[in-house]
Each structure stands twice: as C-alpha cells, then as structure tokens.
C-alpha cells in the first residue's frame, strides 16, 4: 500500500519551459512534505520542502506547492535547465506525534532536452 | 564538510556470500537512517537508528538482514547469507533530529550490490 505515489515514472521537457512533477499522498496525518533530487551513480539531495502550514514554498526556480483537500503536491521547476534531469522522489511525513521518517514515492525520471 | 560515507561503492558477490556494507554518517547527525532502492519498490526504509539505538527495524526484509551501529560515527548492514533477489543500490542516510520533526535526510552516494 503505497502511501506517496508519483504516478508518472518519467517526464520530458524542452530546455526553458516548465518542469511539472506531481505527487499524491494517502495519509492525512502527513504534514511535512521533501522534494529530493538524484542523479545517477549519486544518493538522493534535499531539494525543497513544504509545511502544511503552507500551500507554496519558492527557491529560486523551483516552487512546491500543497494542495492539502486533494492530497496532492507538486513541485514546479520553471525555466528547465538540462543540468535538472534527474529523479525527483517526493517524500512525506508525520511530523506531530509521528516518527518523523520520510515516506518516499518511487520517483519521476526529469529528462531536460536542449 | 564530508557528508555521508559509503564502503564499497560497488560489490559483486555469489549467492550464499556474507555481504557488509558500511557508513559513516556526517558527524554530529544523531539519527542514520539504511535505504534500498529498486526498481520495483522505489526507496524502501530498512532501518532507523537514533543516537545509537535501533528504533525500527520493520523494514528489514528478513532475518539475513542484520544492522549495527556500535557508536556514533558507524554503522553496518550485513546480509548473511546473500541472495540475488538482495541486488539493489543500498543508501546509508543521517540527519540532524532536533524534536520538531522537520528534518532532512542527508544520503550517501550508495552502495550498488550485485548477488550473483
């Protein structure tokens, strides 16, 4: 029973429009959601995140947003750079009371083309 | 600054092997975190250790899956004996756990393991 699910295992973009990566959660006790980035031959790097206290979180290109009624987030990377394909895990957790572990998704491969 | 350490980065063994991957997480992090991904599952939590102790080993797939960490500087997850179904890239992850929950996970580069 997959808590996060990131339904679409690959996306592919053209160099400067927009990258948009989607993620859905069952839980509704998650509260705190992570944006990681890999690429290959390298573990995953913190990204972004977002409180549910939040319904957006901006750093520079990349901006998360939480719909928290649709249990959905997604994290927006505008314009794309071919230095951003790689795979995007999206990850939750519980925050209050919880065990603070991450959920992650299964990912979604960003493929950026020149 | 070194982030999180992983040995070997690469391991080819034979079915039936005693496998020990290790890692050094970033120091002053009192919570390590032992990952597998796979194709098939995505990113699997296998265990958790916080300041030392193991605190939730439910993910460990079976009992040929063992993890220590002796103090806080190391850990150790060994597969004994190895099965080729055990292939994956296997992360080592700490942070930093302050009580507010709202923390971030810092991985190492991984250890992809190949049961033959």
């Known amino acids: 029973d997959q808590q996060v699910k990131q339904n679409s295992p690959s996306l592919s973009v053209q160099e400067g429009r927009i990258s948009i990566l989607n993620c859905d959660y069952t839980?509704?006790?998650?509260?705190?959601f992570l944006w990681y980035k890999k690429y290959p031959a390298e573990g995953p790097t913190f990204l972004i995140s977002?409180?549910?206290?939040?319904d957006k979180n901006e750093d520079g290109r990349f901006t998360v947003f939480l719909n928290k009624s649709a249990k959905h987030l997604s994290l927006h990377i505008v314009p794309s750079q071919p230095g951003d394909s790689a795979v995007y895990f999206c990850?939750?957790?519980?925050?209050?009371?919880?065990?603070?572990?991450?959920?992650f998704g299964r990912g979604t491969s960003l493929i950026v083309h020149p | 600054d070194a982030g999180v350490i992983q040995s070997p980065r690469h391991e080819v063994t034979e079915m039936g092997q005693e496998v020990t991957l290790r890692c050094k997480p970033i120091?002053?992090?009192?919570?390590l975190f032992w990952y597998r991904q796979t194709m098939m599952r995505g990113l699997e939590l296998l265990i958790y250790?916080?300041?030392?102790?193991?605190?939730?080993d439910s993910g460990m797939p079976e009992d040929r899956f063992s993890a220590k960490m002796p103090n806080a500087s190391f850990s150790t997850l060994k597969i004994q004996p190895s099965e080729p179904r055990d292939s994956a890239v296997y992360f080592c992850?700490?942070?930093?756990?302050f009580g507010g929950g709202q923390e971030t996970q810092y991985f190492g580069p991984g250890t992809r393991l190949l049961v033959l």
């Open positions: 839980n509704s006790m998650f509260d705190y």
């Open positions: 120091s002053g992090h009192n919570s």
């Open positions: 990850a939750a957790s519980e925050t209050g009371g919880g065990s603070y572990i991450p959920t």
């Open positions: 250790f916080n300041n030392n102790v193991p605190i939730d």
């Open positions: 977002i409180s549910s206290i939040k």
């Open positions: 992850a700490s942070s930093l756990r």
